[in-house]
Every structure is written in C-alpha cells, then in structure tokens.
C-alpha cells in the first residue's frame, strides 16, 4: 500500500493531461502576432521614410522637408504621382552636397483608401505593407497643414494645379499636372502642365529624364515601375482611351524597358493592368452611400467678398450610382433617408455647400446605352452661415448652374418636387464632369455678396 501511494502521483500525472506552467500561458496571451511587413526595396524605402520624417518633425528639424502632395481624391495617379517624384527627389540628390529630403504625402485619410479597390489592389501588387502603414496620410500628420505649411522646405503639387487653402503659406517648388494651367507658382522648378491622360507620365518621363543624365543611376525598384505603368494603363484605357497622347506611350515604353515585364510586350502589359485594375475600380457594390460620397471627395474653402462670411466651405463628390440606386443603399432605402446620410456626412466634413456628381449608363428604347449624369446640390445653415445666408447662397449657385456658358442643359430630376428647402437635383448628359463644374460653382460663391 506505501509503495502504491509512493507512485501514484506519477501515474495521476500520467492519466491527466498536462498543463503548462501559468507564466507561459500568460506570456503566450500577451504575446503581440508577428506583423507582416511589405518586402522590397519600394516598401523598405517609403517606409523608413515616413520613420524619418516623423523623427525629424520630433527633433524640430521639419524645416528640411518637401512634401509632395496629390488632390485629396485619392486616386491612383495622383498617388502614384506624388510616390514616385518624392522617390526620384530623394536618390537623385542622395550623393550631392544638397541632399533633399522629400516624402508622398497622401491628402486622403488613411481609413478612406480601401475605397478605392483599384489602389489597394496595385498596392498589394507593389509589395507594400498591408494597412498601407508605409504611406504617410493626411489624418497622419502630427501638426495641422495651417501650421505645417510655414515651417516646411515647400510642397510640390502633382496632379492639381493650385494648393488647398490649408497649404496657401507653403513655397510652391514644383508642379506637374495635366489639367488647365491656374497660373500658379510661375517661378516653380520643374514647373510642366500638360495635356497627358494621366499626371503619372509626366512625372515618370521627367523622372527618366534626370535619372539618365546622371553620373551613375540610382536603384529604381521595379515595384515602382510598375505602380508607374499601372497609373497610366487605368487613366488611359491601356493606351487605348480618346485621352491617350504620343507622350503616355512613349513613357510607358521606357518604364516597361526598365521593369520586370520587359520583355513582355507594352500593348498586352497594358491591356491586362487595365483589365485588372477596372475590374477592381468597379467592385464597390458593398459600399454603403456614406462611403459612396467619401470615397471621391475633394474640397475647400473658397474666400467671398462678404464681410459677413468671408469664407465658404465647398465640397465635391463623385459617385458611380445613379440618385435611384442611392436610395436603396440607405437604411430606409427612402429619399429622407439619402438627405439624412449625406448630412450627417457634410457635417463631419464641416461643408457649407454640396455637390455631388453622379455618373452611370441606362439603356434607351432601342436597347442602346446612354450615358446619364446628376448634379445635387445642398447647402447647410450650420457652419459658417446662417439660414438667411444659406439660402441665399442656394440661389446663387443654382443659377450659375441653370444658366451656365458651358451649354450644359440641365433637366430637374424625376423626383424634384419632393425635395425639401436648399436641395436640387438636376440630370444632364454632356461628358460635364467635376472639372467643369467646380470652377462654374466657385466663381458664384467669389462673387457672392
């Protein structure tokens, strides 16, 4: 009996399933899951540099920094853009007595870039870390642009012409763009305006332009290269779009000599990023209308000869939903409901005046497709203006709009009368996007008194 007591705590042992000690179990609750990281020298080199930056800004020395900044819309070509001038700015400088210290900055909050599908998709493609924790956005800046502006080197624009009003204090080095020539920052160096079907060519070719008159070239990672090649193949239809130029194809051909795909060749590469990229742009079924209307937002505060609110906030959506199939994706699938959500969206956004611009094809009586586009407008009495104010403004701009010189022929939308006070929806079918509306907007609200 003393010798079966002896062994029973071995046999107990034996017949129970063991436990590991507490300390392990709690270490094993606590301990953080490895973080994947994006691989490749693109990813290595945006990230380090946000680090570096972001240091920098601590330490006070912010002073020696370009941003380089695309609109805030997001899309891939002005990301790109700025992506790829800030990389060239850095390395073409690395080994001179003036090594420039340059960053992309994104003007798109950062929980807002898996709205466009396309950009996610291309970004996964260039290896980047997941989360997009390489870029640095606009929600990521550790002081407000008012105040960041003045102490920066300066900004360069890619992709728009004129600053947000925010960056107004900060010195204009460089600008690319391929829309209308605002007449900013003449003295800016490079300083190239022209018309391309993507802003990304621009870049690229000056880029290739310097980087070939260099001593020695410096590494350029073939996940940029094509992020490059992607940009231009979603703006151009795969070099195939009416917007397409001589100059879109014959940088897409020295990009692709340099990438990985070179031997492939240019027209089936560019045919399949397109394909690709298209497909995923327009995977946005399961957004809901709030993410809808932020998904494509561009705005800013435009300055009026009112004493009284010499300042008016303006706001620009772009949506590929008709205001019908809107409607359905609110809670109550209701027309108040659309109004609500919008509102509730402009207040966050802290907006006086909306436009939202639909866009989308319904077929005609003969089966054939017909492209249909919608203008809403709404103006709030709770920001920066009163009711008396507000509804004055209204008026304003929809008689800039009703009466404008750009022969755009306006019809009241199907359901105009069930709109409340300060709201109108209009439909149209000329190519009249956010390019010619915004300016026919702005100009009412410059001359409002």
Same mark, same amino acid.
């Given at each position: 009996?003393?010798?079966?007591?002896?062994?029973?705590?071995?046999?107990?042992?034996?017949?129970?399933?063991?436990?590991?000690?507490?300390?392990?179990?709690?270490?094993?609750?606590?301990?953080?899951?490895?973080?994947?990281?994006?691989?490749?020298?693109? #990813?290595?080199?945006?990230?380090?540099?946000?680090?570096? %930056?972001?240091?920098? !800004?601590?330490?006070?020395?912010?002073?020696?920094?370009?941003?380089?900044?695309?609109?805030? &819309?997001?899309?891939?070509?002005?990301?790109?853009?700025? @992506?790829?001038?800030?990389?060239?700015?850095?390395?073409?400088?690395?080994?001179?007595?003036?090594?420039?210290?340059?960053?992309?900055?994104?003007?798109?909050? /950062?929980?807002?870039?898996? @709205?466009?599908?396309?950009?996610? @998709?291309?970004?996964?493609?260039?290896?980047?870390?997941?989360?997009?924790?390489?870029?640095?956005? +606009?929600?990521?800046?550790?002081?407000?642009?008012?105040?960041?502006?003045?102490? +920066? *080197?300066?900004?360069?624009?890619?992709?728009?012409?004129?600053?947000?009003?925010?960056?107004?204090?900060?010195?204009?080095?460089?600008? %690319?763009?391929?829309?209308?020539?605002?007449?900013?920052?003449?003295?800016?160096?490079?300083? +190239?305006?022209?018309?391309?079907?993507?802003?990304?060519?621009?870049?690229?070719?000056?880029?290739?332009?310097?980087?070939?008159?260099?001593?020695?070239?410096?590494?350029?990672?073939? =996940?940029?290269?094509?992020?490059?090649?992607?940009?231009?193949? +979603?703006?151009?239809? &795969?070099?195939? #779009?009416?917007?397409?130029?001589? /100059?879109?194809?014959?940088?897409?051909?020295?990009?692709?000599?340099?990438?990985?795909?070179?031997?492939?060749?240019?027209?089936?590469?560019?045919?399949?990023?397109?394909?690709?990229?298209?497909?995923?742009?327009?995977?946005?079924?399961?957004?809901?209308?709030?993410?809808?209307?932020?998904?494509?937002?561009?705005?800013? @505060?435009?300055?009026?000869?009112?004493?009284?609110?010499?300042?008016? #906030?303006?706001?620009?959506?772009?949506?590929?939903?008709?205001?019908?199939?809107?409607?359905?994706?609110?809670? %109550?699938?209701?027309?108040?409901?659309?109004?609500?959500?919008?509102?509730?969206?402009?207040?966050?956004?802290?907006?006086?005046?909306?436009?939202?611009?639909? *866009?989308?094809?319904?077929?005609?009586?003969?089966?054939?497709?017909?492209?249909?586009?919608?203008?809403?407008? /709404?103006?709030?009495?709770?920001?920066?203006?009163?009711?008396?104010?507000?509804?004055?403004?209204?008026?304003?701009?929809?008689?800039? $709009?009703?009466?404008?010189?750009?022969?755009?022929? $306006?019809?009241?939308?199907?359901?105009?009368?069930?709109? #409340?006070?300060?709201?109108?929806?209009?439909?149209?079918?000329?190519?009249?996007?956010?390019?010619?509306?915004?300016?026919?907007? =702005?100009?009412?609200?410059?001359? !409002?008194?």
């Amino acid at each position: 009996m003393k010798a079966f007591l002896m062994l029973l705590p071995g046999l107990l042992a034996t017949a129970m399933p063991q436990r590991a000690p507490v300390q392990a179990i709690l270490g094993a609750s606590h301990k953080k899951p490895d973080k994947h990281v994006g691989v490749g020298h693109f #990813s290595e080199w945006s990230r380090a540099t946000k680090k570096e %930056f972001l240091l920098d !800004w601590q330490a006070g020395k912010v002073s020696e920094w370009t941003l380089v900044q695309g609109n805030e &819309g997001g899309d891939m070509d002005s990301m790109t853009a700025a @992506l790829t001038w800030a990389y060239h700015l850095k390395h073409a400088t690395a080994n001179t007595s003036h090594p420039i210290k340059a960053i992309a900055l994104l003007q798109t909050p /950062t929980h807002a870039l898996d @709205l466009r599908p396309e950009n996610k @998709l291309a970004l996964a493609n260039s290896q980047m870390t997941p989360g997009h924790e390489d870029l640095l956005t +606009i929600d990521e800046l550790p002081e407000d642009p008012d105040t960041l502006s003045k102490k +920066i *080197k300066g900004i360069v624009l890619v992709d728009h012409g004129v600053p947000l009003r925010k960056w107004r204090e900060a010195k204009i080095l460089s600008i %690319f763009d391929h829309h209308k020539d605002e007449n900013t920052a003449p003295d800016a160096k490079p300083r +190239i305006i022209e018309k391309t079907a993507s802003c990304t060519t621009i870049v690229a070719r000056q880029m290739l332009d310097e980087l070939e008159n260099l001593d020695q070239e410096y590494h350029m990672p073939h =996940e940029l290269l094509e992020l490059i090649l992607s940009a231009i193949a +979603i703006d151009s239809g &795969g070099l195939t #779009s009416d917007k397409t130029t001589p /100059t879109d194809t014959l940088t897409s051909k020295r990009v692709l000599k340099r990438s990985a795909w070179a031997k492939k060749h240019l027209d089936d590469v560019m045919e399949d990023l397109d394909d690709q990229l298209s497909t995923a742009q327009k995977d946005i079924d399961e957004l809901e209308l709030r993410d809808l209307l932020r998904r494509d937002w561009k705005g800013d @505060l435009i300055d009026t000869p009112s004493p009284r609110t010499p300042t008016v #906030s303006l706001g620009f959506a772009s949506v590929p939903y008709s205001m019908d199939d809107q409607i359905t994706k609110t809670d %109550f699938a209701e027309l108040f409901d659309w109004f609500a959500v919008h509102a509730a969206w402009t207040a966050e956004a802290g907006v006086d005046i909306s436009i939202c611009l639909n *866009k989308y094809k319904k077929r005609d009586k003969k089966g054939k497709k017909q492209k249909i586009r919608e203008i809403v407008l /709404t103006v709030r009495d709770d920001v920066r203006v009163d009711q008396d104010q507000a509804d004055a403004l209204f008026e304003v701009v929809k008689h800039a $709009l009703e009466n404008n010189k750009e022969g755009i022929k $306006l019809t009241p939308w199907h359901r105009a009368n069930e709109l #409340s006070a300060r709201q109108m929806v209009w439909t149209h079918q000329s190519d009249a996007g956010r390019k010619i509306i915004r300016p026919i907007v =702005e100009e009412a609200v410059v001359n !409002w008194d």
